[in-house]
């Protein structure tokens, strides 16, 4: 009989503690309905930014002689601010093949290119005409700044102002120190394989870098040493290079001159 009893007691105490203990191993599974670990897609206000592709064309400004340029931009964020790189071609050349230069440094580091064409002179070159006078003014240079503003306002590239730079390589050198002394938004130049006309400077403060070849026959080393010299005189902080070869420029050169801009890799 006790027996009876103790085994009637234990069964029981079964039928009313078991249904408490499920009820526990419930609790530990919750329902997806109530899971506030799991956020809701519509809930969430992080997107990554546009992958913008890249692009390589013709500009849409046109100068005097129905000469426009070109532009090239790297694959980007949509907003990221870019440095960018305005370049001046040589005599007979025109700004698509500047461009070309320079358009893998610009797919690899990420900048901008604007490449304007120069004027045709009255003897018939493609070449640029800079300023000899101080203030003096030229239609290369307002077509340059048109092509630059032009890039500008396309509205998805924005500038990053910290890195503006103009080179000019050749017959086209020249114009890089007279445009970023004379247009606040540069704030370099490069004399590469070319001249300089000081009196037409303006008051931008820039630097600067020159290079040439060491046996350049048209632009020697010691013509850049004088030009470096008068910058300097000037107030200029630039600085001269020299390659091995002539008239080219050179992969090292570009190499070099685009770390010296916005620094090694």
Do not use: K
Request: glycine share 10%; with cysteine.
């Amino acid at each position: 009989m006790v027996r009876t009893v103790q085994l009637l007691w234990f069964l029981f105490l079964g039928l009313v503690l078991l249904p408490g203990c499920a009820q526990d191993d419930d609790d530990a599974t919750s329902d997806p309905d109530d899971d506030d670990a799991t956020s809701d897609p519509d809930d969430d206000d992080t997107t990554d930014a546009a992958i913008l592709p890249a692009v390589s064309e013709a500009l849409q400004t046109v100068n005097a002689a129905g000469r426009t340029g070109w532009v090239v931009l790297p694959e980007r964020n949509e907003g990221e601010a870019l440095p960018y790189l305005l370049v001046f071609h040589a005599t007979g050349s025109d700004g698509r093949s500047m461009a070309s230069l320079f358009e893998e440094h610009a797919h690899a580091r990420g900048f901008v290119i604007v490449a304007p064409d120069s004027r045709v002179s009255p003897q018939g070159d493609f070449t640029w005409e800079v300023g000899t006078d101080p203030g003096e003014i030229t239609p290369d240079l307002l077509h340059a700044v048109a092509c630059f503003d032009e890039v500008l306002g396309r509205g998805d590239a924005p500038l990053d102002t910290a890195a503006v730079l103009a080179a000019g390589y050749s017959g086209g050198a020249s114009s890089a120190p007279y445009l970023a002394t004379n247009h606040p938004p540069l704030r370099s130049f490069a004399i590469l394989h070319g001249g300089l006309f000081p009196d037409a400077l303006g008051d931008n403060p820039v630097t600067g870098w020159l290079s040439t070849g060491d046996d350049d026959p048209l632009r020697p080393p010691a013509e850049l040493a004088g030009h470096t010299a008068t910058l300097q005189g000037l107030g200029y902080t630039v600085e001269l290079h020299t390659y091995p070869g002539g008239h080219e420029l050179g992969e090292t050169e570009r190499d070099e001159l685009i770390d010296w801009w916005l620094g090694p890799e």
